[in-house]
């Protein structure tokens, strides 16, 4: 859900007082959102640091104000920096990973027909696809985090020498001799 207009007002009011020259978002979609409206209400950078998310990347902008949504598209609004941090997402819910996983799956596909695409952001979109299709039943199944029968040692060593999927699966050996 895109930020509570009294939320943006209360951060546009610091943001003023303290003659801010960019903002540091760090969290959810909400988070993040809420420093793309500082960036276009200020023209002032944001740095995002997505704990989950994925509009972090994207052009649009949303407020919510009476239960209603507002969005609109501005290349204003788009993060100078986004870092991510896969440690930040061990403390995450499996069920708001997968959420989260799901966003993302979301906005894969959705780069594959938005009408400013290139064939660079298809291949990318593709192999996202295939990333997060191998890697969200295994997220929901074995999660890392304190959700994780594993320890810590053992989980994080996992958790950080995953292989995303190959495109194509190799042929099968033969072993006809």
């Known amino acids: 859900m895109p930020p509570i207009v009294d ?3 209360d951060a546009a009011e610091q943001a003023r007082r303290l003659d801010a020259d960019g903002y540091l978002a760090v969290g959810g979609g ?9 960036a276009l209400e200020f023209g002032a950078p ?8 994925g509009s972090e990347m994207t052009p649009i902008w949303g407020l919510t104000e009476n239960a209603q949504k507002r969005t609109g ?7 100078r920096s986004v870092v991510y941090d896969p440690d930040l997402t061990l403390t995450l819910p499996p069920e708001v990973s997968a959420t989260s996983g799901l966003n993302a799956l979301a906005h894969a596909v959705e780069a594959l027909y938005a009408p400013d695409g290139s064939p660079v ?13 191998a890697a969200l039943p295994a997220l929901v199944d ?11 040692r053992s989980r994080r060593r996992s958790w950080r020498t995953h292989t995303p999927t190959p495109a ?10």
């Open 142 to 152: 074995d999660p890392p985090g304190p959700w994780s029968p594993a320890p810590p």
């Open 121 to 133: 952001i298809a291949a990318m979109a593709e192999q996202g696809v295939r990333d997060l299709a």
């Open 73 to 79: 598209q501005d290349r204003a609004v788009l993060p």
């Open 168 to 177: 194509r699966s190799a042929a099968p050996a033969s072993s006809n001799s």
């Open 46 to 53: 944001v740095v995002a640091v997505p704990t989950y998310s």
């Open 30 to 38: 909400s988070t993040i959102g809420l420093g793309k409206a500082l």
């Open 7 to 9: 939320d943006f007002l």
